[in-house]
């Protein structure tokens, strides 16, 4: 059953808005400095509160890397996530065609496997120079 979207108060709109401006994937304190330009009395709970409801409603991606706060990507098309070794700066990267991973959705060992996620590490365009 598909997520149900999140009702979209003024606050919501304008944290949407301009994480959808950004391509930094932006912490959530990140993003409060950004939103607060444009709401001066918002607060980062409010951010935090609003993000976790646009995450889990589908209008956004949460990106959730072990070691690192969260980030968050205002484009949900399917594409991955490469964290930077060097400077951690995450990036989108499409890989397209190529690689072939395996469906492995469906029950496996009395659970239901729904997807997965696939964290890649290199070195950022800046970094390699």
Known sequence: MPPLIA?????????LEELKKVKTHPTADELYRIVKER???ISLGTIYRNLETLSESGQILKI???GTM???DG???EHQ????????AVKDVNLGRMISLPDITGDVDGCRITGYRLDLIG???QCLK
């Not at 996530?81 to 951690?88: A, L, N, Y």
């Open 39 to 41: 709401l001066p009395k």
């Open 75 to 77: 484009t949900v098309d």
């Open 7 to 15: 009702r979209m108060t003024t606050q919501r709109r304008i944290i």
């Open 123 to 125: 070195l950022c365009p």
């Open 70 to 72: 969260k980030r968050f």
């Open 64 to 66: 959730e890397i072990p």
């Open 81 to 88: 996530h490469m964290r930077c070794m060097s400077c951690g």
